[in-house]
Structures are given as structure tokens and as C-alpha cells.
């Protein structure tokens, strides 16, 4: 059997995981273990490790972050990652290694594991962002260039780390894992959802509001914030807030939203969700509001209006349920008008199509890495195609 490790950092790439995760568990071919690292161990970002522990079969934890992010302790945290990593993988040997996306730790597993002679599996890369406003492009791109096998989800990403000169046979274009969990996922009704949170009347309106920091924009991120919830305050609907990521600003969009939801009881802040929540509340509300690459990657495929604030996902390919706007408050108002009371936007959306795969990727993932894994020198032996 085959030795798997993949790297969990978060609830948000634990979704996108899970399907292959439990496809690959099920294969007589590979013995799967989940390295549960980043925000995961964090109390203050809901303790999601427990999440991970009760869908998989084998969990390790390795600590990476320290709680206080600013842009020097982020330096000490890979740092610390390190030396946790090499410790890590000097007990645990695999395989392959399996990571997913453009988080800054990511390059922690990643760069200890081609180090120690293990081929990574990078997942999403290829994907760009027009403007430089996070380190998303710098670190999916770096990350490229160390992987060994690329799994991406449009065949303009494909394309795109091909002219990095990767192999051609590295390379597979398989769509998201996102749809995989939803087509496999099984919902909450609207009671089930009024009994998880009694705060809110469940049958009446509501949104979801999910908004993380842009770096580079850290001067603005209060304004940003600000100017969301007084757009959202000129509407009767419930909001439910999901917390930010930990990227330098998060402390500040924390700070805002826990103000407005002690003194708006329309306003209901969870410390984490379940992937079986989240997509249940995506099935139910009216739309999702914030800069969340899951307004961009799943909300299509729950027909909603997906409002898409700012710069932090500018050039994605989106879905025609995708209303793109600036961060001024009468602009945000303008796109809920046109989410909850333009019917034939709201038409475009019931009829919209997810272009991001089919539903089938794990299982294209699980037969390409059957085939790939029987050479392990051969994926270590990159060559340069320019």
C-alpha cells in the first residue's frame, strides 16, 4: 500500500479534501494519514481539529502557528512549522504528500517534504488573481514549481503550469472536490438549522457573510467591513458570520463583527461549522456576501446569488450567479437590490451551471495516483520544459 499524507490547514481546505480523503481511505491501494496543522489547532478559530478527528480514520497534529498574527510572528511560524515538520516527517514516512491551495504555511509541508524525498501533490494550482493583493499567486506558484503532480480544477490552469514548463504528464485537470461534497452531502433542514442556531428564526430571510483581510489593503480592511454591515443593515434579513481567516487584519474584521452581533440580534457569529453546516446554509439562504473563494468555487452550485466584495478574488473564473462590486456601502446595497429583487438575475441563477468540474474528481484523483505512485523516482526527477 501506498503512504498518504494530506495536509489540512483550515475547515475551508478540509471540505475541499474530504472527498478524496475518504475516497483514497477506502482504497486497498493507500493508507491515507490527515495532517491537521495551522488554524485547525487554534482555539480562537473554533478547535476544528475535532471536525477532522470524527470524519477521518487517522489524524496527526502538527503545530505550526502562533496565536498573535502580525506579519513578523507569521516569519516565526513557518519558522517553528520547520522544525515540527522535520520532526514530523523523520517518524512518519510517505509516499506522497497531499496539499491543497495557496495558504501561506502550505509552504511549510510542502518545501520539508521535497527535502525528505517525497513527491507532493499540489491541488488548485494554476488558478491566478489579476492584482497583487494577497500572496495567493506568489505562494500557488511557488508551490507549483515544487510539486511533482498537479491536479487543477479549469483547463486554463492546466494550461498555465504547463508554460511554468512543467511536464505535460504531470499534469490532469480534474475539476473541483467541492461539488464531490456537495452531491455526497447531507443536509440540515430549516429546523435542523433553528435547533443549531436558536438565535435565529430560520424561516425568515437570511444571508451568509464570510470576509477575510487582503494584506495590502490593511489600512482599509475597518472601512470594508464597516461599509458591509451598514449595506446590510438597510435590509430586513438575518446575517450569519462566519469567522475570517488569521491573515494579518482578521483581529480587526473580528473586533467589528462581535460589536454589531452583541447589539444587532439579526447579526449571529459561529465559531466554525461543519462542512455539512455550511453547505446547508448555502442551500437555504438567500445569498452569500464577502470575498470567500467559496463564492466563487460552490455557490453556483446552489443557485444563490453569490455578492463578491473587492479585489481579493479579481480575475477567478465565477459562475453567472457571481455580482462582483466595489467596497463603497451604496455599491453593496446596489448588488443585494439586484440579489434578492432582480428577477431575472434571480433566473440567471436558478439556471446557472458550476464551471468548476462534474462531481467525479476524487475519483479521477484516486485512479491517476494508482497509476503515477508506481514510479516514485520518476515523480522526484522534474525537468524543465523551456
Known amino acids: ?44 478559530h473554533g478547535n476544528t481539529i475535532k471536525y477532522v478527528k470524527e470524519k477521518c480514520q487517522h489524524v496527526d497534529e502538527v503545530d505550526l502557528f502562533m496565536s498573535d498574527i502580525n506579519k513578523y510572528t507569521l516569519v516565526k ?79 486554463d490552469h492546466a494550461i498555465r503550469i504547463k508554460k511554468m514548463g512543467e511536464e505535460e504528464w504531470r499534469v490532469f485537470n480534474v475539476g473541483s472536490p467541492a461539488i464531490d461534497y456537495i452531491n455526497m452531502c447531507k443536509f440540515l433542514s430549516r429546523d435542523d438549522l433553528g435547533r443549531k442556531f436558536n438565535n435565529l428564526d430560520f424561516k425568515k ?10 494584506p495590502t489593503e490593511f489600512e482599509n480592511i475597518e472601512l470594508q467591513i464597516n461599509n458591509i454591515i451598514k449595506a446590510l443593515s438597510h435590509f430586513d434579513i438575518q446575517v450569519i458570520c462566519t469567522k475570517p481567516n488569521n491573515d494579518l487584519g482578521s483581529d480587526k474584521i473580528m473586533n467589528i463583527i462581535k460589536n454589531e452581533c452583541y447589539s444587532n440580534p439579526r447579526f449571529l457569529l459561529v465559531d466554525s461549522l461543519s462542512q455539512e453546516e455550511y453547505y446547508s446554509l448555502l442551500k437555504n439562504c438567500s445569498f452569500v456576501i464577502g470575498n470567500s473563494s467559496s463564492g466563487i468555487l460552490e ?25 462582483d462590486c466595489g467596497i463603497a456601502e451604496n455599491v453593496i446595497v446596489n448588488s443585494i437590490l439586484k440579489a ?47
Request: one cysteine or more; hydrophobic letters at 40%; aromatic letters at 8%.
Open 1 to 44: 500500500m501506498k503512504r498518504i499524507g494530506v495536509v489540512t490547514t483550515s475547515r475551508a481546505d478540509f471540505g475541499l479534501l474530504f472527498p478524496i480523503i475518504n475516497r483514497l481511505e477506502k482504497s486497498k491501494q493507500f493508507k491515507v494519514k490527515v495532517i491537521a496543522t495551522g488554524i485547525h489547532l487554534l482555539k480562537e
Open 77 to 155: 511560524s513557518l519558522g517553528i512549522g520547520f522544525l515540527s515538520f522535520a520532526d514530523y516527517l523523520k517518524n512518519n514516512k510517505f509516499d506522497l504528500v497531499i496539499v491543497l491551495g495557496d495558504r501561506t504555511e502550505l509552504i511549510v509541508p510542502v518545501y520539508s517534504s521535497m527535502l525528505c524525498d517525497i513527491p507532493v501533490c499540489h491541488i488548485f494550482g494554476g488558478d491566478t488573481i489579476d492584482e497583487y493583493v494577497t500572496y495567493d499567486n506568489n505562494v500557488r506558484h511557488c508551490i507549483t514549481k515544487l510539486a511533482s503532480i498537479h491536479f487543477t480544477a479549469l483547463e
Open 205 to 214: 430571510p437570511f444571508c451568509v457573510l464570510t470576509f477575510h483581510p487582503v
Open 299 to 323: 455557490s453556483a452550485s446552489f443557485k444563490i446569488p453569490a455578492i463578491n466584495i473587492g479585489t481579493r478574488q479579481k480575475g477567478r473564473v465565477k459562475g453567472d450567479n457571481v455580482l
Open 340 to 386: 434578492t429583487q432582480d428577477k431575472e438575475f434571480k433566473e440567471i441563477c436558478n439556471s446557472c451551471e458550476n464551471p468548476y468540474g462534474d462531481g467525479n474528481t476524487s475519483k479521477k484523483i484516486e485512479n491517476i495516483l494508482t497509476t503515477l505512485l508506481m514510479d516514485k523516482k520518476k515523480l522526484l526527477m522534474k525537468k524543465i520544459t523551456y
